[in-house]
C-alpha cells in the first residue's frame, strides 16, 4: 500500500484538538484512512459493527467491485478462470499468486493427488456421529481433528509447515466431504482414486460403490470442477475473516480452517445455498409460480422475517458474477440430464425475474448471489441439500488458506483483537446473597 496525497483531519466540537490521519492507496478499489492511533491520540474507539467501512488488513488476493458486480482472483476476471480454468490451477494461483504453466500444473496436481487419503483412525470420528448428523456438524469435527495427525506441520509460522497443511487441506476436503455423505447413507467410504481429476475423483467417492465400476460423467466432472472455482475465495468474507482472526492466535492451519468451516454453515452466509433449495421446494410444494405473489409479500413484510434466500450480498451491489456462471452451469448440466423442464429451475428464474422488477429490491440493490442458483445445479448432480455447504467449504478451503498464509507472512499482523463500546453496568460491589 502507498501514502495518498490525501490527509483525514479528525475534528471535534468539544475543542479536542483536531487529528490529521494518513490515507493509503492500494492498486484498485477505494483508499483506507489509517486509524491504528486513533485510540493512542484520542483516546477513543471507531464504532462499527459488521465492518461496513472497516479494512481488516492490506491483502492482493481477491478484488471485488461490488457496484460493478466484478471479482477477480490475483487479477482474472472470474469469468475467464471459470471458463478457461480448472480448479487446480485457480488453486495455484489463490496459494502461489500466478496460474501455472503446464510443468507447474503437473507438479501441483501429483503433489495435491499424493495427500488425498486420510488416516484410517478418521472414520472413527464419523463412527461416533449419528446417521443422521449434518454434514457440516461433521465437518466442522473433522477439520479440526486433522490437527491430531500432523503434529509435522502445525507450527503456522513455519512455512514449509504452512506448504503442506494447504496440500493436505485442499487434497483432503474432498475425501472428507465424500465421508460425510457416505456414512450418512450407510454406504461404504470409497478411497480416492489419484488417477482421476480432481473434480472426477470427488466424485467417485460420492457414488461409486465396491460393488460396480463408476463412469464420471464428463458434463458432471466439469460442472462441479466450475461450482468449485467459483466458490474458491471472497476477500474477507464472514469465514474468511473467522479463519484470519482465529490463525492471528498462532493456532494450527487445521483448527483455522475448521473455524472458518463453522462459520460457513450460517444460513446469511454458505449456509444459504440449502436455505436457498429449501425455500424453493417449499413454494413448490405449496403451489409453485402461482405462489411466488404471495411468498414476496412475506419477503417485502418487515415482520414476517422470511428473506429471499440466495439474494442480497453485503458487498455486491450488482449482479453476482458468479450467479450468472452459475444459471449457465445450471442449464448446461439441467440439458445434459435431460432436465430442461425442472420445475426449481423454472421457479428460481420467475423469483428472479420478479425480484429484479420489484422496488423493494430494486431499491435495496439486492441481487442474485452465487447461493441462488447453486443448489439447483449441485440437486440435479445427485449431490443432497444438505451438502451443499459442505461443497462450500470444499471449494473455500483454498481461500481460506491463502488468505490466512498471507496474514502470517505480513510482517505486520498482530493477534486481532478488537475493542467495544461498553453500555453495561459501572463499577458496583457484590453483596451478600441474604442481603439481595
Ligand atoms: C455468501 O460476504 C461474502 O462475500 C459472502 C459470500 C462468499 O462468497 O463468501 O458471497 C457467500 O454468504 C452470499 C450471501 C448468502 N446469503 C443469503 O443469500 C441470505 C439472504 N441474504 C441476506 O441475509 C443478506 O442479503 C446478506 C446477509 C447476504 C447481506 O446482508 P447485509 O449486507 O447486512 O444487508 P442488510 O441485511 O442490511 O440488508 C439491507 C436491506 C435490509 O432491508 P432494510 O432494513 O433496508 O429495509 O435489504 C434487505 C434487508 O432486510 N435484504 C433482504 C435480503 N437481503 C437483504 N430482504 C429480503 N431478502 C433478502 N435476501
Not at 48 to 65: E, H, K, N, R, V
Not at 87 to 100: I, K, S
Not at 103 to 121: C, G, I, L, P, S
Request: charged share 20%.
Amino acid at each position: 500500500m502507498k501514502l495518498a496525497d490525501n490527509k483525514a483531519t479528525l475534528s471535534f466540537s468539544n475543542g479536542n484538538a483536531p487529528i490529521e490521519l494518513p490515507v493509503y492507496s492500494g492498486n484498485i478499489g477505494p483508499d483506507v484512512v489509517d486509524i491504528r492511533k486513533l485510540y493512542a491520540q484520542t483516546g477513543m474507539f471507531t464504532y462499527d459493527p459488521g465492518f461496513l467501512s472497516t479494512a481488516s488488513c492490506q491483502s492482493a488476493i481477491t478484488y471485488i467491485d461490488g457496484d460493478k458486480g466484478e471479482l477477480l482472483y490475483r487479477g482474472y476476471p472470474i469469468e475467464q478462470l471459470a471458463t478457461n480454468c480448472d480448479f487446480l490451477e485457480t488453486c495455484h494461483l489463490l496459494l502461489y499468486g500466478n496460474l501455472p504453466d503446464v510443468a507447474a500444473k503437473a507438479d501441483f496436481t501429483k503433489r495435491v493427488a499424493n495427500h488425498t487419503m486420510v488416516n484410517e483412525q478418521m472414520q472413527f470420528f464419523l463412527r461416533g456421529f449419528r446417521r443422521d448428523a449434518h454434514p457440516m456438524a461433521i465437518m466442522t469435527g473433522l477439520v479440526g481433528a486433522l490437527s491430531a495427525f500432523y503434529h509435522d506441520s502445525t507450527d503456522i509460522n513455519n512455512p514449509e509447515h504452512r506448504e503442506i497443511s494447504a496440500i493436505r487441506l485442499i487434497a483432503k476436503m474432498p475425501t472428507l466431504v465424500a465421508m460425510a455423505y457416505k456414512y450418512s447413507i450407510g454406504q461404504p467410504f470409497m478411497y480416492p482414486k489419484n488417477n482421476l481429476s480432481y473434480s472426477g475423483n470427488f466424485l467417485h467417492m460420492m457414488f461409486a460403490t465396491p460393488c460396480e465400476d463408476y463412469k464420471v460423467n464428463p458434463v458432471i466432472e466439469r460442472a462441479l470442477d466450475r461450482i468449485f472455482v467459483l466458490h474458491a475465495d471472497h476477500e474477507q468474507n464472514a469465514s474468511t475473516s473467522t479463519v484470519r482472526l482465529c490463525g492471528s492466535s498462532g493456532t494450527n492451519p487445521f483448527a483455522a480452517i475448521a473455524a472458518g468451516v463453522a462459520c460457513l454453515w450460517g444460513p446469511a452466509h454458505g449456509g444459504a445455498n440449502e436455505a436457498c433449495l429449501n425455500m424453493l421446494e417449499e413454494i413448490q410444494a405449496s403451489g409453485g409460480i402461482s405462489k411466488v405473489g404471495e411468498f414476496m409479500e412475506k419477503v417485502k413484510d418487515k415482520n414476517s422475517g422470511v428473506k429471499l434466500m440466495g439474494f442480497g450480498h453485503r458487498v455486491y451491489k450488482n449482479y453476482d458474477p458468479r450467479a450468472k456462471m452459475m444459471q449457465e452451469t445450471c442449464d448446461e448440466v439441467l440439458a445434459a440430464l435431460g432436465l430442461e423442464n425442472d420445475p426449481l429451475f423454472k421457479l428460481a428464474k420467475a423469483l428472479e425475474k420478479i425480484a429484479l422488477e420489484d422496488d423493494y429490491f430494486v431499491s435495496r440493490k439486492l441481487y442474485p448471489n452465487v447461493d441462488f442458483y447453486s443448489g439447483i445445479v449441485q440437486r440435479a448432480i445427485g449431490i443432497p441439500v444438505k451438502l451443499f455447504t459442505g461443497i462450500f467449504a470444499l471449494a473455500r478451503t483454498v481461500g481460506w488458506i491463502a488468505q490466512l498464509n498471507e496474514m502470517i507472512s505480513d510482517p505486520e499482523y498482530k493477534i486481532g483483537r478488537p475493542r467495544q463500546l461498553f453500555t453495561g453496568s459501572p463499577r458496583r460491589d457484590v453483596v451478600a446473597i441474604a442481603k439481595r
